[in-house]
């Protein structure tokens, strides 16, 4: 069964920074390496949104909001994606959630993690 794990959000203020974290298991690290990995968010009332993601060929794509601020990395090693965030925002309030996108029989599908709440005060 896979299952994607977030961990690292929190409460933080403004102009400061959060590491998250997403584990996967339940696929060998051959398998997690050919996958995209991203990851979402969604704010309070508002639709989830894509904040970056990741080829399996290290390909990265910033929604505007987080260029410059934040980082998506992966360790196939450790089957885990990050997302480095710098200089947050109070906009930047949101659940994060982790994603792994996998192609079956010639289709995409998208695991998601349960999410993990980033607050970030003014």
């Known amino acids: 069964q896979v299952q994607l794990v977030e961990s690292g959000g929190g409460l933080v203020q403004a102009g400061g920074s959060l590491r998250l974290s997403c584990v996967v298991s339940g696929v060998s690290g051959r398998i997690f390496s050919r996958n995209t990995m991203g990851w979402y968010r969604q704010a309070p009332g508002k639709q989830r949104e894509m904040v970056a993601t990741?080829?399996?060929?290290?390909?990265?794509n910033y929604a505007d909001s987080g260029k410059g601020r934040f980082t998506i990395s992966r360790d196939n090693a450790k089957n885990t994606v990050y997302l480095q965030m710098n200089s947050l925002k109070p906009e930047d309030t949101a659940v994060y959630y982790c994603t792994m996108r996998t192609i079956v029989i010639s289709t995409p599908y998208d695991y998601w993690g349960q999410g993990t709440q980033v607050t970030v005060s003014s």
């Open positions: 990741m080829t399996s060929g290290d390909n990265t």
